[in-house]
């Protein structure tokens, strides 16, 4: 990996690009409240934070990101529409592989508008796109939102609903509920023996676990129901199946997709979205038949994602991570806004990432 100075130096240099697109900079402090904003981060994120406590301000992280910090600060006082930008490092613990940097610079752009939000969406891409513009790279993208509504367009239970939808993010826990909804997979043993108890908390063995004698009957009571819901139709998990299959170049995705939602209605309106912004990318001139869009992209990504999501990579250089990632993040907008929101999408380019494109590393 290149030096520090270097690092610094080609960050500095993107950052000005981002200010010359308009963006306001924004700082945030490195240490951040690790109880508010932690979670907003997901699974993978929240194992991977370094986290420490403080006797005055409760736990703090070193940040994982800035997307989440320049929401907050931008939800307590930003005029809209806004665009930022930042470069610094963040933390990640690396867990299993040593080789990979568990601090490394980013440089960002956040746009706030509620205008066009294709439009918005194709200005971000357009600007990581012309900032890697020298360098042999391929983008992969997706839509969070279209995952989010083919599953809750499913006929089941609400409850089955908000279980895949948090799933969405670990696809193997996602498939395995799928095939237990869909009786693909019967019910486990043991939970089956449970639910078959007359009086399952009158065992005589007391209570010292965290949760509740209440808690407990009531999740027992919500297992029951599940049991008793009607399987999720075989069309329907083909249909989300087809979904999670599509990958192909945004023109022809969008084909397959129509097709799609024509026996998924409940997508429509998301397939409509990704018209607008694949119409928007093409006004800004970017060759939209040499982009992928694949179904299943993004959902190993930060959880605050319900949207366009991207990413820009080497082909046949597995040992660097993607040079450019992002996305769109409506509802931490809302989270974080205290009754407010706003259509928000941002990316970060990784300088030394870039460096070692450039040969420069
Ligand atoms: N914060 C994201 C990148 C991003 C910026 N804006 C939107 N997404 C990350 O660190 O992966």
């Not at 736990?59 to 989440?68: A, G, I, K, N, S």
């Not at 895949?164 to 869909?182: C, G, T």
């Not at 639910?195 to 908390?201: E, H, K, N, Q, R």
């Given at each position: ?13 993107l ?15 490195l ?48 005029a809209?529409?806004a ?20 601090e490394?610079t ?21 600007l990581?796109?012309?900032?890697l513009a ?7 993208t997706g ?16 409850r ?32 089956q ?23 407990i ?9 599940d ?20 990958r ?7 084909e ?7 026996d ?10 990704l ?12 060759d ?12 190993t ?5 319900d949207?366009?999501?991207?990413e820009?990579h ?8 993607a040079?450019a990632?992002g ?5 931490l907008t ?12 941002g ?15």
């Amino acid at each position: 990996m290149p030096q520090k100075a270097l690092i610094r130096a080609r960050a500095a240099e993107l950052r000005a690009t981002f200010e010359a697109a308009g963006a306001t900079v924004a700082e945030t402090p490195l240490l951040q409240p690790a109880e508010v904003l932690l979670d907003l981060y997901g699974e993978d994120i929240r194992a991977r934070a370094y986290v420490t406590s403080d006797s005055l301000l409760g736990e703090q992280m070193l940040r994982p990101d800035f997307t989440v910090p320049v929401v907050q600060m931008h939800m307590q006082h930003g005029a809209e529409p806004a665009r930022y930008t930042y470069a610094g490092e963040v933390f990640r613990r690396q867990d299993a592989d040593t080789s990979r940097a568990n601090e490394y610079t980013q440089v960002g752009y956040e746009v706030f508008d509620r205008d066009n939000p294709a439009a918005a969406d194709a200005e971000v891409f357009g600007l990581i796109h012309v900032a890697l513009a020298d360098v042999d790279v391929r983008a992969s993208t997706g839509d969070i939102g279209l995952l989010m509504a083919a599953v809750q367009g499913l006929e089941t239970t609400d409850r089955r609903k908000e279980a895949l939808k948090r799933h969405i993010w670990r696809p193997r826990r996602f498939r395995a509920l799928l095939d237990r909804y869909s009786g693909r997979m019967t019910v486990p043993q043991s939970r089956q023996a449970l639910l078959d108890m007359d009086a399952p908390l009158q065992t005589g063995v007391p209570f010292i676990g965290l949760r509740s004698p209440d808690e407990i009957s009531e999740r027992i009571e919500a297992l029951r129901e599940d049991v008793n819901a009607a399987p999720i139709s075989s069309v329907q998990v083909e249909l989300l199946d087809a979904l999670l299959d599509v990958r192909e170049t945004l023109p022809f995705a969008l084909e397959r997709l129509r097709d799609i939602a024509v026996d998924m209605p409940a997508i429509t309106h998301a397939v409509f979205s990704l018209r607008e912004r694949i119409d928007a990318m093409d006004a800004k001139g970017i060759d939209v038949g040499a982009i992928e869009f694949e179904g299943s992209y993004g959902r190993t990504n930060m959880e605050y994602y319900d949207g366009f999501v991207f990413e820009f990579h080497a082909e046949g250089r597995a040992d660097l991570p993607a040079v450019a990632t992002g996305g769109r993040y409506d509802a931490l907008t809302r989270v974080l806004g205290g009754g407010n929101e706003i259509p928000a999408v941002g990316a970060v380019i990784r300088p030394e990432v870039l460096l070692a494109l450039e040969g420069q590393a």
